[in-house]
């Protein structure tokens, strides 16, 4: 069993810079699979970003290429999401989830494991 657990979130004005963490327990992430997701209000849980279990291979979804960046450090069992640049738009829960298997994917639906979320409000 893995249990995530989120931080860094918060309130920034556009154009602001966050950085989210991801800690984990229970069993190390060098062989899990890591992504980032997002979820505004009434809207669908979205995908924002994915790293591969040794960090080697990186995609994030159009709209942060650019000004988000997910990078690992296995050694501390803990995932990152930098953020820049941020928009209004950008404002959500941010989950970090984790699936024990090295194929990179974006659909939620495959991640076992899930954070409680942090809220990222960005103000315009």
């Known amino acids: 069993q893995v249990q995530l657990v989120e931080s860094g979130g918060g309130l920034v004005q556009a154009g602001g810079s966050l950085r989210l963490s991801c800690a984990a327990s229970?069993?190390?992430?060098?062989?899990?699979?890591l992504g980032w997701f997002r979820q505004a209000p009434g809207k669908e849980r979205e995908f924002v970003a994915v790293i591969s279990w040794s960090g080697g291979s990186t995609y994030h979804t159009d709209s942060v290429k650019g000004r988000f960046t997910i990078s690992r450090d296995n050694a501390k069992n803990t995932v990152y999401l930098q953020m820049n640049s941020l928009k209004p738009e950008d404002t959500a829960v941010y989950y970090c989830?984790?699936?024990?298997?090295?194929?990179?994917?974006?659909?939620?639906?495959?991640?076992?494991?899930w954070g409680q979320g942090t809220q990222v409000t960005v103000s315009s």
């Open positions: 989830a984790a699936k024990q298997s090295p194929v990179v994917v974006t659909d939620p639906l495959l991640y076992n494991y």
């Open positions: 229970g069993r190390t992430l060098s062989s899990y699979t």
